[in-house]
């Protein structure tokens, strides 16, 4: 395990660190007074800016040896870290490169799941730690928990300092929460009718990145949260009426027209959207966060959907390049609508 960085502080390697949840949680690391590190291809959002002070480490996680290059693993010097964030690995093959890239090397390593991997539908609510993992629609989430089951029998058979965390939807003022992104905003202020998937009555938790930051970054560096795995999640679990309709008051549409559709029709009619929905929004999900909040008290709730709405459509109205309606999505929606209804 690598020394301490600046006063108080914690060297912390960031893998990735340009994406919705890990640019907020770089800045957080940053402002609390850590250390950081951020290793990627060096393709850097120019949405989501590293802040000063960062060190940038060019290198592709996919390819070993450029990693082993950028951190000096040949040299007299290697570069030391007590916390490696993972925000990339998606596979176990991806997880075996890191164990044998950081095994031995670091006193924590947190890598990104997703809460996605619980129970779904899940047998009971609110969802905890506890919750089986186990779906059958998203391949993306059995990968999650392939992952997870290779990091748990390292820690239980090596130490290995694994901490697992599982975003919920976690957004920034760059994305959407809908199935047709900003083709749905387009849509609304052309009063064509947006399609909502089942009655819209179910409840979805949705986490803004700078609330998600508080939690994730709390955990840096706790031995309590070494061997151990936390949703992060926030407490706010709108409606997705609720979301769809604070998204055009954001866009200062008056009377949009909803049409609410089975989500096994809209997934029949648009295959792309199938996994996403059926194994994951088409459920209510509500989320119990005692245990991140046990050891990160300062974690809360502060920035819910109806402003958050705002923040994304302002920034939206203000980056023309983000103002892309998709042809497919906007096909698909129509030919939905076409369907006989009952």
């Known amino acids: 395990m690598g020394g301490n960085g600046r006063a108080g502080g914690r060297r912390i390697l960031f893998i990735g660190g340009s994406g919705v949840i890990s640019s907020a949680c770089v800045a957080r690391a940053v402002a609390v007074g850590h250390e950081v590190a951020v ?8 949405h989501r800016p590293l802040p000063d002070g960062v060190r940038e480490l060019a290198a592709d996680i996919r390819q070993p040896d450029s990693v082993r290059g950028a951190l000096g693993y040949d040299t007299a010097s290697p570069l030391e870290f ?15 490169t890191d164990l044998e890239l950081f095994e031995g090397r670091v006193g924590q390593y947190v890598f990104i799941s997703s809460a996605s991997a619980y129970q779904t ?4 609510l609110p969802v905890t730690e506890s ?5 059958p629609e998203w391949q993306y989430s059995r990968d999650k928990i392939a992952c997870e089951d290779l990091l748990v029998e390292a820690v239980r058979e090596r130490g290995f300092p694994a901490t697992i ?18 083709t749905d905003i387009a849509r609304m202020r052309a009063g064509r009718p947006v399609v909502v998937h089942g009655d819209g009555t179910s409840l979805w938790t ?7 930051a508080v939690a994730f970054v709390g955990l840096l560096g706790n031995p309590l949260a070494v061997g151990d795995a936390f949703h992060i999640t926030g407490d706010h679990a709108p409606t997705w009426n609720q979301i769809y309709g604070w998204l055009a008051d954001a866009a200062g549409v008056r009377d949009p027209e909803f049409v609410h559709v089975a989500s096994e029709t809209i997934a029949a009619v648009h295959p792309e959207w199938g996994p996403g929905l059926l194994g994951d929004k088409a459920h209510s999900m509500v989320f119990d966060n005692a245990k991140v909040k046990a050891l990160v008290p300062e974690f809360a709730t502060t920035i819910t959907f109806d402003r958050g709405a705002h923040e994304i ?4 109205d203000a980056t023309p390049e983000l103002q892309r309606i998709d042809p497919d999505a906007d096909a698909a929606f129509d030919r939905i609508l076409a369907l006989p209804r009952r």
């Open 39 to 46: 290793l990627n291809r060096g393709t850097s959002s120019r």
């Open 82 to 96: 007590d916390v490696v964030c993972e925000f990339l690995a998606f596979t176990p093959e991806h997880i075996r």
């Open 121 to 124: 539908p899940p047998s009971r």
């Open 131 to 135: 919750t089986p993992l186990v779906n």
């Open 165 to 182: 965390v599982r975003p919920s939807h976690t957004y920034d003022r760059t994305l959407l929460p809908t199935m047709g992104g900003y």
């Open 206 to 212: 949705i986490t803004h990145h700078r609330d998600f």
């Open 313 to 316: 459509v302002s920034f939206l």
